[in-house]
Nanobody
Framework: QVQPVESGGGSVQAGGSLRLSCAAS????????MGWFRQAAGKEREGVAA????????YYADSVKGRFTISQDNAKKTLYLQMNNLKPEDTATYYC?????????????????WGQGTQVTVSS
């Protein structure tokens, strides 16, 4: 049973950086994608970034392009999200998820395994 577990959230001032990690052991598929999603208070969950485990191809939401970088360590089955130049509007609970797809995707319905989330708070 796959259970992604996020870590690395916290509070930071605008312009600062944080790196989120997601350990996803137990995933037996040879081909899959991992993604980061976020949900701000009172808003729907939205896709942030995704990566395919074999090709390393990535996909980003327009709101984070140039500021966030998704990466992975396949040997450790760990996913990362480096977040730079953080803005107050990035404040949200960030979720890691896994999908049985051959391409990186930000379509939430394609993700079958979800972590519990980690809080990121950016103050102005």
């Amino acid at each position: 049973q796959v259970q992604p577990v996020e870590s690395g959230g916290g509070s930071v001032q605008a312009g600062g950086s944080l790196r989120l990690s997601c350990a996803a052991s137990g995933y037996t598929n040879s081909r899959y994608s991992m993604g980061w999603f976020r949900q701000a208070a009172g808003k729907e969950r939205e896709g942030v970034a995704a990566i395919h485990n074999l090709a390393g191809s990535t996909y980003y939401a327009d709101s984070v392009k140039g500021r966030f970088t998704i990466s992975q360590d396949n040997a450790k089955k760990t996913l990362y999200l480096q977040m730079n130049n953080l803005k107050p509007e990035d404040t949200a609970t960030y979720y890691c998820a896994a999908a049985n797809t051959g391409y990186p995707t930000l379509m939430e319905y394609e993700y079958t395994h979800w972590g519990q989330g980690t809080q990121v708070t950016v103050s102005s």
